[in-house]
């Protein structure tokens, strides 16, 4: 590889791996130091993105963690690996045997199982050794839009990384994004566009992810689909439509974490969409079909999975999900014991809240998670990426989140990190594009 135009420059010894391209990625990940994020680029994408001038200095440059200033290397095999995992998954939940077994325990308003394609499916990915190691499924995944100005803004640090940063720009992203919003449009058999999208989140202008907001509601408004960012309290529900200002709205873009919609503020949008009057992605059918944390209990059940009569290769790739169980106080002593090679979860969580390390947990804490609902899962530790934080080399935490659709790739994006979970708080940090090495 030829001397990158930043310094420093890479550095280091290789690793010791038999797989030359898997072994170069983990050198790169290790050693290569080079700022390959143009933030006035970045400010011009932005500026574009949003048709506010201002945009960057408002909502960028006073959220400095959100954006890593290095990129991440794997190997393509990765991405084929976690996409046979998202397949498999797909496979399976289209079953009428999944269907029966997540929506017997759903709430309400989930059992319906007739709309459940969903915007931004995410996938997120740990990459230690082995095969990549799903960990989390999630509905609404946040920053694919600010992903994707970001792959637009980036420099190739040497001559080999030149064509791996012209892949991963997504030249096509806008057109494949609204292409996925007017089939969940068309899902029930309409043949025209929306009139009104309404992107919906409580208290929009305080979210971390505001910014992509905005940038949503100008891609839709330069594509002749009015658009408006709102709170779910702004919304009205009078039996036939459901308005904002006294406008119709036709379809709403879910931003909120309370995926059943059992929040008295959100009464209006839940029976707009029960009543089919209003198209709602993701929707409580969604979430309840793929991202309920029970789930991953189920899809780790191999023997009760195959015994619905899928196919080996599915099983094959649903065998590399880290093992999920339910936590009970029957079992409290064996969790107790098996904790340090466990990672708690909260059935209803989100965002990595009150999530806990097993070798970080006090018996205080254990003792709330058995008086809560938790699902446990095997530790799947994330690989690093080194970063230089005033001058100095630091290792970052990394996962890998596939932004999907109906089970295809909009776009794949890394998150750095310190501490149990993300968090964007983390100098050197943030999201970060990835570089696929082909072999």
């Known amino acids: ?19 030359l391209v898997r072994c170069s990625a983990a050198e790169l990940n290790r050693s290569c130091f080079c700022i390959t994020l143009d933030r006035g680029q970045l400010a011009a994408e932005m500026e574009t993105g949003s048709g506010d001038p201002d945009f960057y200095n408002t909502y960028i440059a006073t959220r400095p963690h959100l954006f890593s200033s290095v990129p991440v290397f794997l190997p393509q ?21 999944w269907a029966e077994a997540m929506l017997a325990h759903a709430p309400v308003a989930a059992r319906r199982a007739d709309d459940v394609a969903g915007v931004f499916m995410g996938y997120d990915f740990h990459l230690g050794t082995g095969p990549p190691r799903l960990i989390e499924i999630n509905t609404n995944a946040g920053g694919a839009f600010l992903n994707a100005l970001s792959a637009r803004a980036q420099l190739a640090c040497c001559e080999e990384v030149e064509p791996l940063k012209a892949r991963n720009t997504t030249p096509n992203f806008e057109r494949r994004v609204l292409a996925m919003f007017e089939a969940e449009w068309r899902r029930p058999g309409r043949v025209d566009r929306p009139g009104l999208i309404a992107i919906v989140d409580e208290e929009p202008t305080k979210q971390y992810l505001y910014p992509e907001f905005l940038i949503a509601r100008r891609m839709f408004e330069d594509n002749g689909i009015a658009a408006v960012v709102a709170a779910p309290e702004d919304l009205s529900y009078d039996g036939v439509d459901l308005t904002i200002d006294g406008r119709r709205i036709d379809l709403v873009y879910n931003r909120l974490t309370d995926f059943s919609l059992d929040e008295p503020a ?6 707009a969409w029960q009543d089919r009057s209003v198209v709602l992605t993701p929707n409580p059918d969604t979430h309840a079909l793929y991202a309920d944390k029970t789930n991953l209990v189920v899809l780790t059940d191999l023997e009760l999975v195959g015994s619905w009569g899928v196919d080996q290769e599915t099983l094959n790739a649903l065998a590399t999900i880290p093992r999920a169980e339910r936590v009970t106080y029957e079992r409290a002593d064996e969790f107790w014991r098996r904790r340090k090679g466990l990672f708690f979860k909260p059935v209803a969580g989100y965002g990595g809240k009150a999530v806990y390390r097993g070798d970080k947990l006090t018996r205080s804490v254990f003792q709330e998670i058995l008086a809560s609902s938790y699902i446990v899962q095997d530790i ?22 596939l932004y999907t659709y109906g089970g295809e790739l909009l776009l794949a994006a890394a998150r750095l990190y310190q501490g149990q979970t993300t968090n964007f708080r983390t100098e050197g940090g943030g999201f970060a594009p990835v570089h696929f090495l082909a072999s």
């Open 1 to 19: 590889m030829t001397t990158p135009v930043q310094t420093p420059q890479h550095q280091g010894g290789a690793p010791d791996c038999r797989d």
């Open 380 to 401: 799947a530790l994330p690989s690093e990426r080194t970063v230089l934080v005033d001058g100095q080399p630091s290792t970052r935490k990394m996962d890998v989140r």
């Open 266 to 271: 959100h009464a209006a949008l839940r029976k």
């Open 77 to 97: 095999s990765d991405l084929d690996a976690m996409l046979g995992i998202v397949h498999a998954i797909e496979a399976v939940v289209r079953t009428p045997q």
